[in-house]
C-alpha cells in the first residue's frame, strides 16, 4: 500500500501512515468478522471499512 501511496505521489510519511491504517483497520474489521454470527449477507468489506472509520475518528481526536 504504502508503496502504490508513494508512486501516486503522496509524501512518504503520510503514505506510510495510511498503509499502516489500512492494515490495522483490515485486521480489525477482519477480527470483528470472523467472530461473530453473521449471514450470508454480512462481508468482509463492510467490518474493515467500519474499522477504518473508527481509527479515522480516533486519529482525528489526537490533534
Known amino acids: 500500500m504504502t508503496t502504490a501511496l508513494v508512486a501516486r505521489g503522496v509524501p512518504d510519511s503520510t503514505a506510510a501512515i495510511a498503509g499502516e ?11 470483528e468478522w470472523s467472530e461473530g454470527d453473521r449471514d450470508a449477507k454480512d462481508e468482509l468489506a463492510r467490518y474493515t471499512l467500519a474499522a477504518l472509520d473508527e481509527l479515522r475518528a480516533a486519529s482525528a481526536s489526537l490533534g
Open 21 to 31: 491504517l489500512g492494515v490495522l483497520a483490515f485486521k480489525r474489521g477482519y477480527a
